[in-house]
Nanobody
Framework: QVQVVESGGGLVQPGGSLRLSCVAS????????MGWHPQVPGKQRELVAA???????NYGDFVKGRFTISRDNAKNTVYLEMSNLKPEDAAVYYC??????????????WGQGTQVTVSS
C-alpha cells in the first residue's frame, strides 16, 4: 500500500504565495513521477505541474513562470511553490504519485487534496 498526503494549502490574497508539500509513504520501491492536479467543482482534474525522475519538469501554460515544482527523492516528497496567485488558481490541489511498489507492481496513487483559496 502507498499513502499520499498533501499539506500547505490555505487562504492567500491575490498576488500572494503558498508552498504545497506531498509525501508518499508505504511499500515504495521507486517513484517514476509526481505531479499536482488542481480541481474545481464541476470540472475534471488537470495537470498543473509534473516532475518525472531524472526528466524535465512539465507545467500547464497558465502557471508557467509562477509555479515551480521540485522533489526530494530521499524523502519521497514533492513540492509546489506557487507565487503571484490569482483567484482562478483556487482549487483543491491533488498530488499524484506513479511508481513501483516493493511487490514489483506499479502503483498510481492520489492524496486527499489540499484546498487553496485565493481571495481578498
Amino acid at each position: 500500500q502507498v499513502q499520499v498526503v498533501e499539506s500547505g494549502g490555505g487562504l492567500v490574497q491575490p498576488g500572494g504565495s503558498l508552498r504545497l508539500s506531498c509525501v508518499a509513504s508505504g511499500s515504495i520501491s521507486s517513484i517514476y513521477a509526481m505531479g499536482w492536479h488542481p480541481q474545481v467543482p464541476g470540472k475534471q482534474r488537470e495537470l498543473v505541474a509534473a516532475i518525472p525522475s531524472g526528466g524535465r519538469t512539465n507545467y500547464g501554460d497558465f502557471v508557467k513562470g509562477r509555479f515551480t515544482i521540485s522533489r526530494d527523492n530521499a524523502k519521497n516528497t514533492v513540492y509546489l511553490e506557487m507565487s503571484n496567485l490569482k483567484p482562478e488558481d483556487a482549487a483543491v490541489y491533488y498530488c499524484n504519485v506513479f511508481g513501483r511498489s516493493t511487490d514489483r507492481r506499479s502503483f498510481n496513487s492520489w492524496g486527499q487534496g489540499t484546498q487553496v483559496t485565493v481571495s481578498s
